[in-house]
């Protein structure tokens, strides 16, 4: 609703028997029986009218804000403009996400799982709110509905994974001055899968891939690359391009740390992928149906699960049996850290099952 300005008089206080009157500050002429008056900032700055409603003079029948203390309220805002802050009281949590949205890479996967995320959990509950409303408890609240919906604390962990930087972007572009993110935390259960003799599984499953898909190069190559350290969605998106065949490297554009990777390429997928049938040109995994990007292995895993009878085998597992394969060959952790495309040398040890009888063999033996 559009504020007019002749529902307004001048606002002024009494001090020492004297009337002063607050520069910029103006206040209802009609008085609200709960609310009481309300008190209006405006003012030219840098050649702009500004405009704001600072709140009221009561609220729900106690004293409130007097004129005098709404004067220091209209201070507090100019001092925000001048300091860049953008005034936010017309904007709400979707179209600071459009905002945000607007200054991401739209080539990674990750920009539009944001945008997956925030539409299917945060639109429908804080879309509308205007953000300098937002607060703590806001946000806990559809924490705690998706806990009572019964979704994991990693699909809860996720919602702060697209709010944290979006909240961060608002400070930093000074559309707020706090962040409302900054005190909450998800945490998540440990999922790591113990990996036992992790030396002879990752030579049994190696086997099997080989043995399994001899006569079909395409899946040899897709699951060998999980021995390679590689995620599923990097796999997947690996372009012929990003292969370099005569010096042995690849890249990987998409990684989950938003920067580009180069690995070497081992020898034991230089063959299958150079007999893949194909133009090698763009995806090197095509889906063999519609040529796009293939979204869903499950049916061949499971078939070499079955072949191999590992209940727990998955692309990801077989990035925790190759480092703690290596592990067991003495490789270090930093260097475990870089195979698997880690930014943070610490996360390794979601990944990594140490051999204790082992270390305790070679202790005592030193």
């Known amino acids: 609703m559009a504020i007019k300005l002749s529902e307004f008089k001048k606002s002024t206080y009494k001090a020492g028997g004297k009337v002063i009157e607050v520069p910029s500050l103006y ?5 609200d029986k709960l609310k009481g008056r309300k008190y209006l900032a405006r003012f030219r700055l840098d050649d702009k009218i500004h405009t704001k409603v600072l709140g009221y003079s009561k609220k729900n029948g106690t004293s409130h804000i007097s004129p005098k203390e709404a004067g220091k309220l209209l201070e507090a805002y100019k001092e925000d403009l001048e300091a860049g802050y ?3 009281s017309d904007i709400n949590l979707d179209k600071l996400f459009e905002f945000y949205f607007e200054t991401l890479d739209t080539s990674k996967q ?7 995320i925030y539409n299917l959990y945060v ?7 205007k953000i300098e ?10 924490l705690n509905a998706m806990n009572k919906r019964g979704l994991s604390p990693r699909t809860r962990k996720s919602v702060m994974e697209v709010l944290n930087p979006l909240f961060r972007f608002a400070t930093i572009n000074k559309y707020l001055r706090d962040n409302p993110t900054i005190g909450i935390t998800v945490k998540v259960p440990s999922q790591k899968k113990i990996v036992t003799n992790a030396t002879e599984l990752f030579k049994k499953v190696y086997a099997g891939i080989n043995a399994y898909y001899h006569d079909n190069p395409y899946y040899k190559a897709l699951f060998l690359f999980g021995f390679t350290g590689r995620r599923k969605g990097e796999i997947l998106s690996l372009k012929w391009e990003n292969i370099d065949f005569i010096h042995h490297y690849y890249w990987i554009e998409d990684t989950k740390t938003d920067d580009q990777q180069k ?5 034991y997928l230089i063959e299958p992928l150079q007999q893949i049938k194909d ?10 149906i519609t040529g796009g990007k293939v979204t869903n292995i499950d049916r061949q895993m499971r078939q070499l699960k079955k072949f191999l009878e590992i209940d727990t085998l998955s692309m990801h597992y077989m990035r925790n049996i190759l480092v703690s394969a290596l592990a067991e ?14 930014k943070d040398p610490n996360t390794i040890n979601k990944y990594l099952s140490i051999n204790h009888y082992k270390s305790s063999m070679i202790n005592a033996i030193g």
Do not use: C
């Open 27 to 31: 206040e209802s002429i009609k008085i």
């Open 86 to 88: 953008t005034s936010s």
């Open 110 to 116: 990750w920009t539009h799982k944001k945008k997956y």
């Open 123 to 129: 639109h429908k509950g804080l879309g509308s709110k």
């Open 133 to 142: 409303k937002i607060r703590e408890m806001d946000i806990q609240k559809i």
């Open 263 to 267: 690995y070497q390429l081992p020898p």
């Open 279 to 288: 133009n090698h040109k763009g995806l090197v995994f095509k889906s063999p």
């Open 329 to 342: 060959q003495g490789i270090e952790a930093i260097t475990l850290s870089g195979i698997l495309g880690h």
